[in-house]
């Protein structure tokens, strides 16, 4: 016996760990989490590769490559407002230097009222053709005059400048003066990104809309040639411009600038753009910004980047490079062409001479040098007197108001799917949180560590299921631990590191439960650094969480996923299988306590404290920290918070 005990005691300290830094895994790295996510899209990104060169082979294959881009393309959009009978008006005109500029508000859906300029040639006979021109992040939006679209009126061809959601007349998070609460339009659009993601839509998709209505606009013009509809923008403006050319089969020439790049590369160097530049599963669909071109095919598109700019010179070349491909299978090389300049994120002179001469060239079939642009400006350009739709009309809807209405139109559809059976509900579930049908539970346990503590034996183990993120674990076990006594489970945003050593001093005596305190992905000694995460973003998670949503796979369903592998380390662990198991979790956690509770029966009791009670408050007030972190795609045409409170069968607590 003796032999045994020496044989234990020289084991346990082999395995001795520092009892500060809790440390579990076998490893430290700060972006390991993050390099995991990405190796998913590098998988995508090769299998779209392979699809690609193959395409490339033949004319026939390639238009079937494109016809597939455009169905999963499109399958993205989600739901949008319903299309209706345009209402417009022009509210003033104000006369520029070989043109002239009517001030717009038309209306894309009921309520929703958009602010535009349209640039218009001085001189013209008959209909000309046209450009909607989308707007780069800039918090007035189409502001006091555009110099592209003047330069593009001067030499014969129309502008209309659309403000973005957000932007310009059109910005959300206000106060009753009109000023913004936010630090400017790339955080506004990040936090109005969440609402539109959990009704099953995207921000992208919502510009693409106004964008799409702002033709039909143009369409019912007599002075418009809508056989010549082109579109064009530059930074946030690009964005806007990829999605309509692959959306929108009434543009005949597109010109994309400062946006066009690899999408894959721009996420491992620099991590997600704003809440306006992507939609999810992007790369499960594989679909890459160069396929946004390709969708334009075989009609003339231009690619505009500077070789200095941050959004990456290396990553546009080989994207170009695809499309270049494309086109000349297809026997139309002529009509792409790639344009770049000796600049940062600026589109100088001789960029703005190159784009107009692009569209004269297809919407003109002229070659003639371009005429000079002469200098004008004027300080009243507002389309509204208020600066702002939201607070010029009494039926305007903000975004918070119009999503409010549609979670509200949703209701019964949420009340009929609760009331389903719980395998048919689980099986959706699934689908939202982009787990597998079958689960993998075959689990491999590495201890990293052992102590002994004053009334209970610490062991630290490394969980590692296929596939899936290492899960750090520390376990318990008390000296006086019973047949019955239940396994407690600690789960908070603030990571198990904190709660252990706030646990340590208060120096409790054991109550005879064993106690688990786990980091799930994302948290603790797996969390992203924070320099990785903008404080624009409002989101300490914000890179890992919008990569999750690239590849279908959401952070929320990632960490149940975490909870399922927790769940079985306890079922085959001797010293643990068969006691009742209880989660206590916080914050971020919680949600995702909530949904493994639903779709795992071996959690007798979820007990949460600071969480997110519905989703409902992301709509209300989307002035929130970490939102992005708890978005699940579409999940309110299924379900609300309240409602898996509901299905839980009071297995799940919720305790303030």
């Known amino acids: ?45 090769r299998a779209r590769a392979e699809t690609f060169n193959r395409a490339v082979a033949t004319k026939e294959e390639m238009e079937t490559y494109i016809s597939g881009l455009r169905a999963r393309f499109r399958k993205l959009l989600g739901a949008l407002p319903v299309r209706g009978k345009m209402k417009s008006s022009v509210v ?29 040639p001085e001189e013209h006979r008959g209909r000309v053709p046209a450009c909607i021109e989308m707007c780069g992040h800039g918090q007035n939006g189409k502001g006091c005059g555009s110099m592209i679209a003047e330069r593009m009126a001067v030499n014969g061809i129309a502008v209309m400048v ?85 959306l929108d089969k009434r543009i005949q020439v597109g010109c994309v600038g400062l946006f066009f790049s690899s999408r894959e590369r721009t996420l491992e160097s620099q991590g997600p753009s704003d809440g306006c530049q992507w939609m999810p599963c992007e790369g499960k669909e594989h679909i890459e910004i160069a396929d946004m071109g390709m969708m334009m095919a075989p009609k003339p598109f231009l690619v505009m980047d500077g070789l200095y700019d941050f959004v990456d010179h290396w990553g546009a070349l080989q994207g170009f490079d695809e499309v270049k491909q494309c086109y000349t299978v297809l026997g139309h090389s002529e009509k792409v062409e790639q344009y770049y300049f000796e600049d940062g994120h600026a589109v100088p002179t001789d960029a703005q001479e190159k784009m107009v001469t692009w569209f004269r060239r297809w919407l ?42 549609e979670m509200n139109s949703l209701a019964d559809a949420r009340e009929d799917f609760c009331r389903q059976d719980l395998q048919t509900i689980q099986r959706r579930m699934k689908i939202i949180l982009g787990l597998p049908d079958t689960f993998n539970d075959r689990i491999e346990t590495v201890q990293t560590g052992c102590r002994m ?7 630290r183990y490394q969980v590692n299921c296929k596939g899936e993120y290492p899960l750090p674990v520390i376990v318990r076990i008390p000296s006086d631990i019973r047949a019955d006594s239940p396994i407690v489970i600690h789960l908070t945003d603030r990571g198990k590191a904190a709660w252990l050593a706030e646990n340590d001093r208060m120096d409790a005596c054991s109550n005879g439960s064993i106690t688990i305190a786990a980091d799930l992905r994302g948290f603790g000694e797996t969390a992203d650094l924070y320099q990785y995460n903008l404080s624009k973003y409002w989101n300490s998670q914000y890179r890992t969480a919008v990569v999750a949503l690239h590849v279908g796979r959401p952070l929320l369903g990632q960490r149940v996923m975490d909870i399922r592998t927790l769940l079985n380390f306890c079922g085959q662990q ?35 404290t600071k969480t997110l009670k519905t989703w409902r408050t992301y709509i209300e007030y989307p002035l929130q920290q970490n939102m992005m972190s708890n978005t699940l795609v579409g999940v309110l045409r299924y379900y609300d918070i309240p409602d898996l409170v509901k299905i839980s069968r009071k297995r799940i607590n919720i305790c303030d």
């Not at 760990?17 to 899209?41: C, G, H, I, K, T």
């Not at 003033?92 to 894309?108: A, H, N, P, Q």
């Not at 001797?574 to 071996?602: F, K, N, Q, W, Y």
């Open 162 to 246: 659309v403000d973005p959601l957000g932007q310009g007349e059109r910005q959300q998070l206000i106060d009753v003066y009109g000023k913004n609460l936010t630090r400017g339009v790339t955080t506004e659009h990040t936090l109005l990104a969440p609402m539109y993601l959990l009704l099953g839509s995207s921000l992208a998709a919502q510009e693409y809309f106004d964008n799409s209505r702002a033709i039909d606009y143009l369409l019912t013009r007599k002075d418009i040639d809508g056989s010549k509809i082109g579109c064009y923008g530059f930074s946030g403006g690009g964005t806007q411009t990829a999605y309509l050319i692959g």
């Open 364 to 405: 003109l079939d002229d070659m003639s040098p371009l005429k000079p642009l002469e200098y004008w400006q004027d300080d009243n350009m507002l389309c509204t007197k208020s600066g702002q739709v939201n607070l010029e009309y009494r039926n305007a809807q903000s975004s918070m108001q119009a999503c409010m209405d």
């Open 453 to 459: 503590l004053r009334t209970a034996t610490e062991y």
């Open 92 to 120: 003033d005109t104000k006369k520029g230097r070989g043109f002239y500029v009517e001030k717009i508000i038309f209306c894309s859906a009921p309520g929703r009222y958009v602010t535009a300029h349209l640039y218009l």
């Open 574 to 608: 001797p010293i643990l299988s068969g006691h009742p198991i209880c989660i206590e979790a916080d914050g971020i956690s919680a949600v995702a306590v909530m949904h493994a509770t639903i779709l795992d029966e071996r959690i007798h009791a979820a007990i949460l």
């Open 1 to 45: 016996m003796k032999r045994i005990m020496t044989a234990i005691i020289l084991t346990l300290l082999s395995v001795w760990v520092s009892a500060q830094d809790y440390q579990a895994l076998r490893f430290r790295s700060a972006a390991s989490f993050f390099n995991y996510e990405m190796m998913e899209v590098h998988q995508h990104n």
